[in-house]
């Protein structure tokens, strides 16, 4: 029998405000047959956590306490399950799950991780499954292609940032992308048009896009889902990660399909070939989550925020 030891986490013991995130230590979970155990040495820090941490997220709402967010990591694995043909210990991966990722260890199994590339920081392979496989989904769902001029509503945030690039590395012609005016430089160097958000939006972006918007995708709500039913024909070529209910009524698509590591391994090779850039907004130690997650429900910024474990 494998002997029981105790890992830290960031935990919650009930649902709540940034501070219910507490330094706990609990059981270190087992690699079972077709799972690997990781060290992580980073997590990505996504909005989802946050509703898990507040209990509006519907996923969590019987889940036993404690419970330990995190969607997504990279780290070593140190433990390797029967039946594991493809890792070996001491593999450099990264990779995604539901929960979990805000602590010391995280078991998986073997098909949810990919190998991390030496060319990539722990931090940006921490936080590059959750937005990257995102953004992957829903461009797909819109079949971005050759020639196509995409809108990206919250195009700054972590999801905009790989939707951008990857609109572009697809095909895309143009790719327009909402942002407050500081981060319409930050944008610029993604390869996209910025255009600032609120009232008269679509009226900023006909400016320049004077043939129209094929595709949009929107990250930011439902201004946004309403601004590209006005500018997109086509309402199957939309999407929204966010206003769902609106997006019913307004007979957009719901977005569905599901994450994976030949999705995640894809990206790794765009990012190995210097086709995706990511920048880190914040890098905040793990004891520090809910700082972490005060940065986050700010609603602004460029880029990802990631938790560091040592
Ligand atoms: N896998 C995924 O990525 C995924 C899956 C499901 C749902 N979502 C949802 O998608 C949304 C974005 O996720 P994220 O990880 O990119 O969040 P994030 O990194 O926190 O970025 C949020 C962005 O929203 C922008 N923003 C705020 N108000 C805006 C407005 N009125 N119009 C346009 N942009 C605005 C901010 O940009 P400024 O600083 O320029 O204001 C900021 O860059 C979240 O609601 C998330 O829950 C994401």
Not at 156 to 185: R, Y
Not at 252 to 272: D, M
Request: glycine residues 12%; aromatic residues 6%; contains cysteine.
């Amino acid at each position: 029998m494998t002997e029981k030891y105790f890992m830290r986490a960031m935990a919650l013991a009930s649902f709540g405000p940034p501070d219910v995130l507490q330094l706990t230590e609990i059981e270190a979970p087992q690699a079972g047959p077709g799972e690997v155990r990781v060290r992580i040495k980073a997590a990505g820090v996504l909005p989802f956590d946050c509703g898990v941490r507040s209990g509006s997220h519907p996923l969590v709402q019987k889940l036993g306490f404690p419970i330990v967010p995190g969607n997504e990591f990279a780290g070593i694995i140190d433990q390797i399950g029967d039946g594991v043909k493809d890792f070996s210990v001491g593999n450099e991966v990264l990779g995604f799950t539901v929960l979990q990722c805000y602590a010391e260890f995280v078991v998986v199994s073997a098909d949810q991780i990919v190998i991390k590339p030496k060319n990539m920081p722990w931090e940006i392979a921490g936080g590059f499954s959750g937005n990257g496989q995102g953004a992957h989904l829903a461009l797909k769902a819109l079949g971005v292609g050759q020639g196509d001029t995409v809108l990206i509503h919250a195009a700054a945030g972590g999801l905009g940032t790989f939707s951008i690039q990857l609109a572009k590395v697809w095909g895309a012609k143009t790719v327009i992308g909402t942002a407050n005016e500081a981060n319409h430089d930050y944008l610029r160097s993604l390869g996209a048009i910025p255009v600032s958000y609120g009232e008269e939006l679509v009226d900023r972006v006909r400016k320049v896009a004077p043939e129209g918007v094929d595709a949009a995708l929107d990250a930011a709500g439902p201004d946004a889902l309403r601004a590209s039913v006005e500018l997109v024909k086509d309402k199957d070529r939309i999407r929204t990660m966010v206003s769902f209910e609106l997006a019913n009524e307004l007979g957009i698509p719901a977005l569905s399909g599901n994450r994976s590591a030949a999705k995640l391994a894809e990206l790794v090779e765009l990012y190995s070939q210097g086709k995706i850039h990511i920048h880190i907004r914040d890098a905040f130690p793990l004891q520090q989550a809910a700082a972490a997650h005060q940065k986050i429900e700010s609603g602004h910024g460029r880029g990802k925020i990631v938790l560091t474990i040592d």
